[in-house]
């Protein structure tokens, strides 16, 4: 199997930053893209920001400007770097990975266990 865990998530103040990181590990032959969703109480879960291999980036709407994203192919882990944090930024975090994993023929997404991000104003 193929295990993504997180880290890095906790309480943080208005104004704040925390650092996610994520780390890929199992049978994996190749990552094509990495990247953060998160989601609050009630809410769908969204996209907060994606990196392919080849280091394109998306980011969602609401954390462009505070938010950056990268990657580290041969270690096959993800950064979030979260910076100007407020309250609309508390959810949990989840990690995902787009992937082909040994022994299977096409791409799969998987995801982390999630790790909470609280901001306090």
């Known amino acids: 199997q193929v295990q993504l865990v997180e880290s890095g998530g906790g309480l943080v103040q208005v104004g704040g930053s925390l650092r996610l990181s994520c780390a890929a590990s199992?049978?994996?032959?190749?990552?094509?893209?990495m990247g953060w969703y998160r989601q609050a109480p009630g809410k769908q879960r969204e996209l907060v920001a994606t990196?392919?291999?080849?280091?394109?980036?998306n980011y969602g709407d609401s954390v462009k400007g505070r938010f950056t994203v990268s990657r580290d192919n041969a270690k096959n882990t993800v950064l979030l770097e979260m910076n100007s944090l407020k309250p609309e930024d508390t959810a949990v975090y989840y990690c995902?990975?787009?992937?082909?994993?040994?022994?299977?023929?096409?791409?799969?997404?998987?995801w982390g266990q999630g790790t909470q991000v609280t901001v306090s104003s």
């Open positions: 990196v392919t291999s080849g280091g394109n980036t």
């Open positions: 995902n990975a787009a992937l082909w994993r040994g022994g299977f023929l096409t791409m799969m997404n998987y």
């Open positions: 199992g049978s994996i032959v190749s990552i094509n893209s």
